[in-house]
């Protein structure tokens, strides 16, 4: 189910799902920010935003950059070129995007950017969870072949694996990421730079391990290791488990 029909109009029913994410990272905003009274605008959010995007989108041209050089043809089909405008966003380029965005901003703002991040770190949790229902209802980044509970089946003919049941695994990484979300508005505030650094060190690991459950072939893949595996291990993990040790050094330095 790629599409939506609301009031007579067909709606990508994954652009919803985006959307959604981004309505719920808003509210987030307002009641973090509020309740917390840390300094955040709408400007902020808009360059995390703009991040988000232009950082998804080039990470997924990376991606299948490969194949495009083995048949550089398709660059004339106008639906694959569609389909590239208008889906085809990879969530970790989007994550570094945001990051720099909120960096590009905190730095011409003179803002303490660790805690502007801290505050809107749980919004890439819950919308990035949002994301994967999209992922789900649409077919794409569908698990490996899978008879046990819970398992999904595709129409036959409209996905790679039609007809076979899957492992759900864009359900299971949105579960994870909800459980995410909620202990980082638990924890409230803390020592700068924690809060994002335990939320780098459990996406990357619920990422690197459910890559591994993942059934398609189109994310790249390095020495046995899909693109966002090799972020996660050698960029997200390390990331984090430096922001949280920073942050255990700062005993008393509270946002």
């Known amino acids: 189910m790629e599409y939506v029909t609301i009031f007579g109009r067909p709606f990508p029913i994954y652009g919803l799902c985006v959307l959604a994410g981004i309505l719920l990272a808003a509210a987030t905003i307002l009641v973090r920010g509020r309740k ?11 360059c995390a935003c703009v991040g988000l995007y232009v950082g998804a989108k080039l990470l997924y041209l990376i991606t299948i950059a490969p194949r495009l050089i083995v048949r550089p043809e398709l660059l004339r089909d106008p639906e694959f070129v569609e389909s590239i405008v208008s889906g085809g966003f990879v969530f970790y380029g989007g994550l570094i995007g945001a990051v720099a965005g909120i960096a590009i901003y905190c730095r011409a703002m003179k803002r303490r ?11 890439a949790a819950i919308g990035q969870a949002a994301g994967r229902v999209g992922c789900h209802l649409v077919g794409c980044c569908y698990g490996v072949p ?7 089946t ?6 790679a694996f039609g007809g076979v049941p899957l492992f759900p695994v864009q359900l299971a990484e949105s579960a994870l990421l909800v ?6 508005m638990l924890l409230g505030r803390r020592r700068e730079g924690f809060a994002s650094g335990l939320y780098l060190v459990c996406s990357a690991v619920t990422r690197f391990l459910l890559e591994f459950a993942r059934g398609d072939a189109e994310r790249g893949i390095f020495l046995g290791l899909a693109t966002s595996q090799w972020i996660a291990l050698l960029i997200l993990l390390p990331l984090g488990i430096f922001l949280i040790a920073r942050s255990a050094r700062r005993k008393g330095k509270e946002i």
């Open 36 to 46: 917390e009274e840390r300094d955040l605008d709408f400007l902020t959010f808009l």
């Open 113 to 123: 950017f660790l805690a502007v991040l801290d505050t809107l770190i749980p919004c």
């Open 146 to 152: 899978y008879s046990g509970p819970l398992a999904v």
């Open 154 to 159: 595709y129409p036959v003919g409209e996905h």
């Open 179 to 184: 459980v995410i979300y909620i202990v980082l």
